[in-house]
């Protein structure tokens, strides 16, 4: 099942004080990033990548079902800091075919 998957962490949370950012950044930003890049390498992500400039995260996922897609994305250090939304993706040739159902039945109608 394919899905695409939008997160952006909740800058909110990043501590303002230098050690205290540091530290975020070590122990849960890069190891975040550094899951997804890890995920590229197996292709499980088939696409995407970070907003240039931006803090959002936006890639194309590859996974068995809902829970699987669930249980990567829980598994992220900086989860628990981010707004992520997901949203299933249909096929192209699926959408074509029927589409194209629809038309034939249409045509029907009209004669």
């Known amino acids: 099942m394919l899905f695409m998957v939008m997160s952006e962490f909740d800058l909110s ?3 303002t004080d230098p050690k205290q ?9 890069i190891p975040s990033l550094e899951m997804i890049q890890k ?4 292709g499980l992500i ?9 803090h ?3 890639y194309i996922v590859d996974v068995a079902s809902n829970e699987q897609l669930s249980d990567y994305l829980q598994s992220m250090p ?6 992520i939304e997901t949203a299933p993706l249909e096929n192209t040739e699926h959408r074509i075919n029927k589409m194209k159902g629809r038309l034939e039945r249409l045509k029907a109608l009209v004669g």
């Open 78 to 83: 900086g989860w628990t800091f981010s707004h």
């Open 56 to 58: 959002e995260c936006v």
């Open 13 to 15: 949370h990043i501590p």
């Open 46 to 54: 088939l696409a995407g990548g970070i907003r240039a400039g931006g």
């Open 39 to 42: 995920w590229e390498e197996e």
């Open 21 to 29: 950012m540091a530290a975020f950044a070590e122990l849960v930003l």
